[in-house]
Nanobody, 119 residues
Framework: QVQLVESGGGLVQPGGSLRLSCVAS????????MSWHRQAPGKERELVAA????????NYADSVKGRFTISRDSAKNTVYLQMNSLKPEDAAVYYC????????????WGRGTQVTVSS
């Protein structure tokens, strides 16, 4: 059974940090590019950060460059999103996504974790 389980969300003050985790199971983690997306109320889901299957390449939304870092640990089948200098506009539900190296049609989503940035 394929699962992507996010954790680490919560309430943080502006300027604070959070580290999101996404544990993958039920598929070959090393064959999948991993990414984080977010969706705020009334807005479309957007890509935040992505990393290739071998971890060799990353890309980030302009709005988070220099503040967020994506990483993956193949031994733990886990992808992380370190979020620093959080802003109120970063508040959203954050989703983990996996896409197969050779087939974009083979993709999985987690259920999301809520991030709230407020004083």
């Amino acid at each position: 059974q394929v699962q992507l389980v996010e954790s680490g969300g919560g309430l943080v003050q502006p300027g604070g940090s959070l580290r999101l985790s996404c544990v993958a199971s039920g598929f070959t983690f090393s064959m999948f590019a991993m990414s984080w997306h977010r969706q705020a109320p009334g807005k479309e889901r957007e890509l935040v950060a992505a990393m290739t299957d071998n971890g060799g390449s990353t890309n980030y939304a302009d709005s988070v460059k220099g503040r967020f870092t994506i990483s993956r640990d193949s031994a733990k089948n886990t992808v992380y999103l370190q979020m620093n200098s959080l802003k109120p506009e970063d508040a959203a539900v954050y989703y983990c996504n996996a896409v197969h190296r050779f087939s974009a049609g083979l993709a999985y989503w987690g259920r999301g974790t809520q991030v709230t940035v407020s004083s």
